[in-house]
């Protein structure tokens, strides 16, 4: 498995806690029953009350790092009203003590789904693309000539799990007929991003950046890296503590290419929940109640994803009814123990 590929359970009868069981989910779990005490909707309510709150949750955030060994977090929470409070905890490198702030850059993992899922929605909606056609035409026909099943898959299979999609880049191969039902793959990603690019003439950076990121006003983000990003990102730490130097990897990737604070990715769940695309609609079902959707995974009133990036892990969930969400981003391997 290559790196930056998320490792998670293809087994579509998992259980809740197989599919949660991931970056930073123990805290983002732990804070998701209390959000309601965050949301009354009425912004004139939001003073006091809150303010307690925040410091609360402060207290709780660092204690739970402490425990875990996380050197450092990005946190956001999003309120009913619409407020998004966010902050930096702990330090963005062990070796230099720099704190982590709101402006402190993630590697977000595979965060980055869900971003590529809706700039490729913007697709669908120009009528450029068309979700349950056949995205052949947009790959190259030597991967076409090596599988011809690839013949078989829409852009919908791709961006919801279902596409039965595995093998090198280079020589794809399948583990079921295309569309039979829902296995976890970081490869349909890769190959949307190829049909993307050459149905669009846009680089990945650039296609996301004017049709997400943009709009959405995320302006510390971006899929790939930048100077800019290179001199306020986080660096990663083993379990031991210990920061690693960033691995930068030169091709922005629709896999888990993702450079993001908690507030900007909280500003894009917002905006999602707002436009109510289809990409929040259920297009495959199985067991414990679950479901995917085009990018995220959804539960009962909730939307979700997680990010494993190497030593980065992160978490982001929304609740649909409330308008409440959390968002956090850790730059540690022990993040999936939090």
Not at 35 to 44: A, R, Y
Not at 49 to 60: A, N, Q, W
Not at 84 to 100: C, K
Not at 194 to 205: D, K
Request: hydrophobic share 40%; with cysteine; proline share 5%.
């Amino acid at each position: 498995m290559k790196q930056g590929e998320d490792r998670r359970g293809k087994d579509a009868s998992a259980s809740r806690k197989q599919f949660l069981g991931c970056a930073a989910i123990g805290l983002g779990a732990a804070l998701y029953p209390s959000l309601k005490w965050f949301t009354s909707g009425n912004p004139e309510s939001e003073t006091t009350p809150l303010e307690d709150g925040y410091r609360e949750l402060s207290g709780f955030i660092s204690e739970v790092m402490t425990q875990f060994g996380i050197p450092g977090l990005s946190f956001a929470l999003i309120t009913a009203s619409g407020k998004v409070w966010s902050r930096g905890f702990g330090v963005r490198d062990a070796a230099t003590n720099e704190p982590v702030t709101t402006e402190t850059v993630f590697q977000a993992g595979s965060l980055t789904k869900p971003v590529f899922a809706r700039a490729v929605l913007t697709l669908v909606e120009r009528k450029i693309l068309d979700l349950g056609q056949p995205i052949a035409p947009y790959l190259p026909d030597e991967l076409i000539h090596k599988e011809p099943r690839l013949k078989l898959v829409t852009a919908r299979m791709f961006l919801s799990h279902t596409s039965g999609i595995a093998g090198p880049l280079d020589a794809p191969a399948f583990n079921f007929a295309p569309g039979e039902r829902f296995e976890y793959a970081s490869r349909g990603f890769q190959l949307m991003q190829m049909a993307v690019e050459r149905l669009t003439g846009l680089s990945l950076a650039r296609f996301v950046d004017r049709n997400v990121l943009e709009p959405c006003g995320m302006h510390n983000s971006s899929i790939g890296w930048t100077m800019t990003q290179w001199w306020r990102a986080a660096q990663g730490h083993f379990k031991n503590g210990k920061s690693r130097a960033t691995r930068i990897k030169l091709e922005p990737s629709a896999v888990a290419g993702l450079l993001t604070t908690a507030g900007d990715y909280a500003r894009f769940m917002q905006e999602t929940l707002r436009s109510k695309r289809e990409m929040l609609n259920p297009q495959v079902k199985f067991g414990d109640g679950l479901a995917w959707g085009l990018g995220w995974g959804l539960e009962a009133d909730a939307f979700w994803h997680w990010g494993d990036q190497d030593i980065f892990t992160s978490f982001a969930l929304m609740d649909t009814r409330s308008g409440t969400g959390v968002v956090i981003l850790t730059n540690s391997a022990n993040g999936h123990q939090a």
